[in-house]
């Protein structure tokens, strides 16, 4: 690759652990789940999207399923936290280990 040409990033996200006192329960087919980790995404236009994901509450490993976030202000902040720090994170990488 020639150092004049910029790379195309075509995704950047991350996983951030949601705190206990902010968890939430959501109902999907039936199944209770407790909600523990974000997904958020830095989409083209330099918005954030977020979606959560947890395990059922009644245990076992359940699907894969993506829920909505609650527009909740401790939520947003959570978020946009997150992405400020991952954004400190990749800035002061160390190169391929």
């Known amino acids: 690759m020639s150092g004049d040409v910029d790379p195309e990033v075509s995704a950047l996200a991350i996983n951030v652990t949601i705190p206990e006192e902010l968890r939430w329960a959501d109902t999907r087919r039936g199944v209770e789940f407790m909600l523990t980790t974000l997904n958020v995404r830095l989409l083209k236009d330099g918005s ?50």
Do not use: M, Q
Request: proline share 6%; hydrophobic share 45%.
């Open 48 to 97: 954030l999207a977020a979606k959560a994901y947890g395990r059922p509450t009644a245990g076992g490993r359940g699907a894969y399923v993506s829920f909505t976030v609650p527009d909740r202000p401790e939520l947003v902040a959570l978020v946009e936290r997150a992405a400020g720090r991952a954004g400190e994170l990749w800035a002061a990488h160390r190169g391929l280990g």
